[in-house]
């Protein structure tokens, strides 16, 4: 027996099996090797991006609200967001000795924030659990770049856009305001919102494990921007109007006031102020009443502003002529337990006059003298009773009653503006009707490059004739505060009652004027409203008509408008 070879051979076998088994081993990883790099490639990938590769939205610059001018009424501007990810903050190994830990990123963080560390700490405490949490927001780049120099763990920045209004308060009302998340709240801002916000984009980055941005992977979706919208608001008539309804309120102590200027011809509107109004780029301090657009939520009785009016229905029926005369005496009129005066018994007079002293008791008779609806119907064809319809959140139709048989009181005080309600858009259109030859076009607030299609409401003829009529005003009447140097203007004044929780309060007034100019071929038509003057003065002629003067005159001047008013006739009609 060879000793030798029985000894050498259990040791060969043993190389031979641990050799195989390494091979197999080998064969084996490098097989799984391949699966994975080769066969499962995309699996991998994909698991590998979902713990590495991150995707967030480009945020898309939001459209620009411009006036009739292209000047600027609320813009986007370019701001940073810093970001943190609490999660991976608190994974951070805690060493005290080497000054690395949470707690010491949390204080870093606090110093070049400016804010306190416990607070900090809390909060990011409370979101340990969440990888991402605002930490400060639309802030400049300067801070911004402080804050990320101090290279906290898990701390990041975005590009965000921040809202700014430049005419401040005197749009306010008109271009609203966005949230801090870029959405609409108010006016323009919200009932355009979708048009104006645009498409964001998406964008892919890798981070680490400690949520470091390490480089990004690209553009996936390119943002796409918001459509800009052009109003036909003209800035310069805006702050005029908002000036001198500002002041006039201050000097009246009133409660709050609106006013509008609507372009007689297109229907556009120039300029719709209110008070009290805010500051869309603090609002801090904002209360909830700063926020009404009165001139399209407020809802007043128009009073003798719709005398004219009724003198158009008249007109209309063929029962009377700019000739014909009314006997008002004894200057009263009695349904029952209701009694309608006048200031004074003014006897026979005709329309002119009728306007001029604002009679009650002839707006009256001439009313009953009618079909019972026919002043009804006038009121309905200018729009009242019916939104404006230029897309505001909130706007007011108005009220116009409708009754199958009306009592006499109720046609009568219909015919002077009591029993109805309207905005003071509402009341503007209608005189802009008025005074565009009873050819009503839609009202809007956009601006427009022709005139839009319209409705004949009342005869050319008869809006001339009562234009005229009203021009008697100004020049003779109540509405002498409305008259401008060089300019012929047409109007009619409102003292109206407001209405409490008991009925009309006696001694709280709504001081109203609505008129157009120039009246020779008028071009726009205005309506200051102003509730609750408290001063000695509380008239229209004396409250709301200075105002009209104030504002008109500016606006013809500012738009080149011809005087149509000679020289000496207007001396003598500030003399009259």
């Known amino acids: 027996m060879n000793i030798e070879n029985s000894v050498q051979t259990p040791g060969k076998w043993r190389f031979i099996f641990v050799y195989g088994f390494a091979l197999l081993l080998f064969l084996v990883a490098g097989g799984r ?30 459209g620009m609200i411009l006036d009739r001018r292209g000047e600027p009424l609320a813009v986007s501007t370019p701001t940073w967001t810093i970001i943190a990810n609490p999660k991976a903050l608190w994974k951070l190994p805690r060493d005290p000795s080497q000054n690395v830990g949470p707690e010491e990123e949390i204080k870093r963080l606090a110093e070049v924030m400016g804010v ?20 400060k ?26 809202r700014f209004y430049p005419a401040g308060e005197v749009a306010a009302h008109v271009v609203g305001f966005t949230n801090i998340d870029d959405k609409g709240q108010e006016g323009i801002e919200l009932a355009y919102d979708q048009a104006l916000e645009g498409q964001p984009g998406r964008r892919s ?36 109007a908002y000036r001198e309804l500002k002041a006039a309120v201050t000097e009246h102590r009133a409660t709050s006031a609106s006013a509008v200027i609507l372009d007689v011809k297109t229907g556009e509107i120039l300029a719709m102020v209110n008070q009290p109004s805010y500051n869309p780029n603090d609002r801090s301090k904002l209360e909830y009443e700063e926020l009404r657009n009165r001139a399209v939520i407020d809802l007043f009785e128009p009073g003798s502003t719709m005398k004219p009016f009724t003198i158009s229905a008249a007109l209309m029926s063929g029962q009377y002529t700019t000739e014909t005369t009314i006997n008002t005496s004894p200057g009263f009129m009695r349904f029952g337990r209701f009694t309608i005066r006048d200031a004074a018994n003014y006897g026979v007079i005709d329309f002119e006059k009728l306007l001029i002293k604002s009679s009650n008791v002839g707006a009256s008779k001439i009313a009953l003298s009618l079909p019972q609806d026919a002043i009804w119907n006038m009121d309905y064809e200018l729009g009242i009773g019916s939104p404006v319809g230029i897309g505001f959140p909130g706007e007011a139709s108005g009220v116009l009653p409708s009754h199958p048989k009306w009592h006499p009181s109720e046609i009568a005080t219909l015919s002077y503006g009591y029993g109805l309600s ?28 022709a005139p839009a299609d319209g409705k004949q409401v009342i005869p050319n003829k008869v809006a001339q004739d009562v234009v005229k009529m009203m021009e008697a005003v100004v ?24 209405v409490g929780s008991k009925g009309y309060e006696y001694d709280q007034y709504i001081a109203l004027f609505a008129g157009v100019a120039p009246a020779s071929d008028p071009r726009l038509a205005m ?50």
């Open 137 to 162: 927001r639309q802030i400049p780049p300067h801070e911004a770049d402080a804050i990320m120099a101090a290279n906290v763990v898990g701390v990041s920045k975005t590009k965000e856009y921040k």
């Open 475 to 498: 020049q003779r009447g109540s509405g002498k505060a409305a008259q401008i140097p060089g300019y012929r203007v047409a109007g009619k004044t409102g003292t109206v009652h407001k």
């Open 205 to 240: 980055y890798v981070k680490d494990l400690t949520g470091n941005i390490i480089r990004g992977v690209g553009v996936e979706e390119a943002e796409h921007p918001g459509e800009n919208i052009e109003l036909s608001i003209d800035l310069r008539l805006q702050y005029l």
């Open 33 to 62: 090797l391949f699966y994975l790099t080769v066969v499962d490639k995309d699996f991998l990938q994909n698991q590998g991006e979902i713990r590495a590769v991150r995707t967030e939205a480009i945020p898309a610059t939001r």
């Open 422 to 449: 309207v905005s003071t858009l509402q009341l503007a259109q209608a005189y802009m009707t008025l005074a565009n030859g009873g050819y009503r076009v839609p009202v809007t607030i956009f601006k427009q490059d």
């Open 527 to 576: 309506v200051v409203m102003i509730n609750d003057p408290k001063g000695r003065e509380y008239y229209g002629g004396e409250v709301a008509a200075p105002v009209f003067s104030r504002v008109m005159e500016g606006a013809l001047t500012t738009l080149n408008i011809y005087p149509d008013l000679p020289e000496g006739a207007q001396r003598s009609a500030f003399a009259a």
């Open 116 to 135: 306190g560390r416990a607070w900090l700490q809390e909060r990011f405490e409370a979101n340990k659990s969440r990888s991402f949490m605002y930490l």
